[in-house]
């Protein structure tokens, strides 16, 4: 078993003074000769068999081509150990060629690198039988194995350089298209559908029927070196002075701790599930909740803020000016009681508003005697007298209640200091 070399660019050095005692045996080296065509093909034989990523490449719809190159680059690389003609430059340039190919074919490193470990064992064998056969001396098959690992370690070494390289401009590449393709799908005014599916091909990205946007806290670009561990189809823009991620299919299994886990470090807000073609509405409201995170008025938790939670509070402050206006219309009332007597008051009204009207429930919700509940009401038709069997005047009452606790106030429509 050979040891494989590093994936960085190698060094390339002849191998003519290992070879030129191989020169004192030709009949051993016109053997090697004429076994290299049938070597080749044992050894492309060989890897479809030990690899199956490979053999779906070697037996494909192309097979006779893919296999003939194969057999070719393959026999003129070990015609080197015996008889290298080829100019140092051709032999890096078949060697680079390799991993190209494999590359392109959608061969994964692993098994590129299998694949060279596989069809050294092959030559080995192979290059043995034939010393033993023509009766080379043990030093003449020792030197030949020696410069098969040192040749096999260089093809390898140049094979995995390209490759890696190829890859690592293929990720740049689909990055930058990935997030063109963001942009698109989240600019106002909505891109074409023709354009975001030409888009989509591009960055090899599978158009999903729904998606979410998450919001993270600006404070990711100093706390953060690298992105976030996530899934491949996650779209990233870390970029932006608001970073944001675009999630497909957010209520598949497992999503949620997807974000949990790659974002554990990071205050994030989770948009609402929508179709593709409205993700811009599931941004604007993430990012909504995100600053009303960052303002105390919406509490997180482990898993992030999830909008679909807090759709009431998102709407009574999508407005802030409207929701103020609300409470000082209705919670004036309030303002000449003392504090305590102004938030029990307050807080009674909230919750026979919300129970129906029934004392012995509000009772309970309140963990008092429904006696106090009696008492209390009292009070609270003392300052709001028929208006509170007025439909309507509930409705609005119960939304001002509502937005005056979300956004810290003291029952009366002021804003709690503490707060701001």
Same mark, same amino acid.
């Given at each position: 078993?050979?040891?494989?070399?590093?994936?960085?660019?190698?060094?390339?050095?002849?191998?003519?003074?290992?070879?030129?005692?191989?020169?004192?045996?030709?009949?051993?080296?016109?053997?090697?000769?004429?076994?290299?065509?049938?070597?080749?093909? *044992?050894?492309?034989? @060989?890897?479809?068999?030990?690899?199956?990523?490979? %053999?779906?490449?070697?037996?494909?719809?192309? =097979?006779?081509?893919? #296999?003939?190159?194969?057999?070719?680059?393959?026999?003129?690389?070990? %015609?080197?150990?015996?008889?290298?003609?080829?100019?140092?430059?051709?032999?890096?340039?078949?060697?680079?060629?390799?991993?190209?190919?494999?590359?392109?074919?959608?061969?994964?490193?692993?098994?590129?690198?299998?694949?060279?470990?596989?069809?050294?064992?092959?030559?080995? #064998?192979?290059?043995?039988?034939?010393?033993?056969?023509?009766?080379?001396?043990? %030093?003449?098959?020792?030197?030949?194995?020696?410069?098969?690992?040192?040749?096999?370690?260089?093809?390898?070494?140049?094979?995995?350089?390209?490759?890696?390289?190829?890859?690592? $401009?293929?990720?740049?590449?689909?990055?930058?298209? #990935?997030?063109?393709?963001?942009?698109?799908?989240?600019?106002?005014?909505?891109?074409?559908?023709?354009?975001?599916?030409?888009?989509?091909?591009?960055?090899?990205?599978?158009?999903?029927?729904?998606?979410?946007?998450?919001?993270?806290? *600006?404070?990711?670009?100093?706390?953060?070196?690298?992105?976030?561990?996530? =899934?491949? $189809?996650?779209?990233?823009?870390?970029?932006?002075?608001?970073?944001?991620?675009?999630?497909?299919?957010?209520?598949?299994?497992?999503?949620?701790?997807?974000?949990?886990?790659?974002? #554990?470090?990071?205050?994030?807000?989770?948009?609402?599930?929508?179709?593709?073609?409205?993700?811009?509405?599931?941004?604007?409201?993430?990012?909504?909740?995100?600053?009303?995170?960052?303002?105390?008025?919406?509490?997180?938790?482990?898993? @992030?803020?999830?909008?679909?939670?807090?759709?009431?509070?998102?709407?009574?402050?999508? $407005?802030?000016?409207?929701?103020?206006?609300?409470?000082?219309?209705?919670?004036?009332?309030?303002?000449?009681?003392?504090?305590?007597?102004?938030?029990?008051?307050?807080?009674?009204?909230?919750?026979?508003?919300?129970?129906?009207?029934?004392?012995?429930?509000?009772?309970?919700?309140?963990?008092?005697?429904?006696?106090?509940?009696?008492?209390?009401?009292?009070?609270?038709?003392?300052?709001?007298?028929?208006?509170?069997?007025?439909? =309507?005047?509930?409705?609005?009452?119960?939304?001002?209640?509502?937005?005056?606790?979300?956004?810290? @106030?003291?029952?009366?429509?002021?804003?709690?200091?503490?707060?701001?």
């Amino acid at each position: 078993m050979i040891g494989l070399p590093s994936t960085s660019a190698p060094t390339d050095t002849p191998a003519a003074s290992t070879v030129a005692p191989l020169t004192r045996d030709p009949a051993f080296v016109r053997c090697v000769q004429a076994e290299l065509p049938l070597l080749a093909a *044992e050894m492309v034989e @060989g890897v479809a068999r030990s690899i199956p990523q490979i %053999e779906r490449v070697i037996n494909g719809r192309r =097979e006779p081509a893919v #296999r003939n190159a194969a057999n070719e680059r393959i026999r003129l690389l070990f %015609e080197q150990l015996v008889a290298p003609r080829l100019p140092r430059q051709e032999r890096v340039a078949l060697c680079r060629e390799l991993g190209r190919d494999a590359f392109h074919q959608d061969i994964s490193l692993d098994s590129l690198q299998n694949a060279f470990r596989v069809s050294t064992q092959i030559a080995w #064998r192979r290059f043995t039988h034939i010393g033993h056969e023509v009766g080379a001396s043990a %030093e003449q098959i020792c030197l030949l194995t020696d410069l098969l690992f040192e040749v096999t370690n260089k093809v390898c070494a140049h094979s995995l350089s390209a490759y890696t390289e190829l890859s690592a $401009d293929s990720a740049d590449s689909q990055q930058s298209r #990935r997030k063109h393709l963001l942009e698109a799908l989240l600019a106002e005014p909505a891109t074409d559908m023709d354009a975001l599916v030409e888009l989509a091909r591009a960055a090899q990205w599978r158009l999903p029927r729904t998606v979410a946007c998450v919001a993270l806290d *600006e404070s990711w670009h100093t706390g953060h070196r690298l992105p976030p561990a996530l =899934e491949s $189809d996650v779209l990233v823009d870390l970029t932006r002075p608001d970073p944001c991620l675009l999630v497909p299919d957010p209520d598949g299994p497992g999503r949620l701790r997807m974000l949990r886990r790659g974002l #554990r470090d990071t205050r994030f807000t989770i948009g609402t599930t929508v179709p593709l073609r409205q993700a811009r509405t599931s941004l604007r409201l993430a990012r909504r909740s995100l600053a009303l995170v960052q303002r105390g008025l919406l509490q997180e938790g482990a898993a @992030g803020v999830h909008c679909a939670d807090h759709l009431p509070a998102l709407l009574l402050l999508g $407005d802030e000016d409207v929701a103020r206006q609300l409470v000082r219309r209705h919670l004036p009332a309030f303002t000449a009681l003392k504090p305590e007597q102004r938030e029990r008051l307050a807080e009674t009204l909230l919750t026979w508003l919300t129970s129906g009207g029934s004392y012995p429930e509000v009772a309970v919700r309140l963990s008092v005697h429904p006696q106090t509940v009696r008492y209390r009401m009292r009070q609270i038709e003392g300052l709001f007298g028929d208006r509170l069997h007025d439909p =309507e005047w509930r409705f609005e009452m119960l939304l001002a209640l509502h937005a005056d606790r979300l956004a810290g @106030g003291t029952g009366d429509g002021r804003p709690d200091p503490a707060v701001r």
